[in-house]
């Protein structure tokens, strides 16, 4: 029961593995390998070629292995962070790959597993780690950091107008006692904001995006990554990156962007000096967003944004 509610949906599926044009010979590398869903129909195409999955959730290694198992030996899956995915492959004897997928945020499997309390729907303690070998998790985020701290953290990762507020009710709140559940979250957000602006969607979805976003370092991660991941890509091989929301897909735009052009001379230079030179070509030049019918088929769709960049 529990891959198939990790394999529930891989969004953008068709588009990403159209913009990986797998080589039947090639090597590939899924960072955020979840259920394996985008995973399974990569390994399809493979004949003496090699996956590599990478995830640093137990459920989605146990569930991803199970689904992948069909294909033997063509495939190798790693329990780590993708940030890590360079000196992985590297000490694996992998230093070149012909194209890597990261699907981000946080996946269904995760939102719907009550226990892991990443969802506000469902009344669970305040975890919200991606990797349960972690000691961080959102409830001492929630308790520990200091009023300036939750305020700056919901301003910049949930981008709610009313972070201010709800930082100094969490605060309040946690005076009186430590908030421990999702639920008692909840509440606390709800008196932070004017009952007028709570009409639109859930008051704390964004409050709890921020919560998870810090938790598991998401945008850090990121930033750090990319790099990496195009210095990995074999000549023509490409990276496709799935995003959620605005935060992360500027993250991804810029990195592109610089590594296609990462001159830094001023541009009434008339030759560049700065010797910095091309690591390739954005093929999204606008992101691949899902069609109707993916919209149809799954809500959570909605937001997602594929970037696509290809090494010289």
Known sequence: MEEIQFNHYSVLLNETIEALRVKPNGIYVDGTLGGGGHAWHVCKRLEGGHFYGIDQDEAAIRAASERLKEFGEKVTILRDNYCNARSLLEELGVPKVDGIVLDLGVSSYQLDTEERGFSYRYDAPLDMRMDQRQSLTARDIVNDYSEKELYAVIRDYGEDPFAKNIAKHIVKARTVKPIETTFELNEVIKAAIPAKMRANGHPSKQTFQAIRIECN????????????????????????????????????????????????????????????????????????????????????????????????
């Open 217 to 312: 370092r998401e945008l850090e991660v990121l930033k750090n990554a990319l790099d990496d991941l195009i210095e990995m890509l074999a000549p023509e091989g490409r990276l496709c990156v799935i995003t959620f929301h605005s935060l992360e897909d500027r993250i991804v735009k810029n990195a592109f962007r610089r590594n296609e052009n990462p001159c830094t001379c001023p541009p009434e230079f008339p030759v560049c000096t700065c010797g910095k030179v091309s690591k390739g070509t954005v093929i999204t030049r606008k992101p691949i967003l899902p069609g109707e019918k993916e919209l149809q088929e799954n809500n959570r769709s909605k937001s997602a944004k594929l970037r696509v960049f290809e090494k010289k």
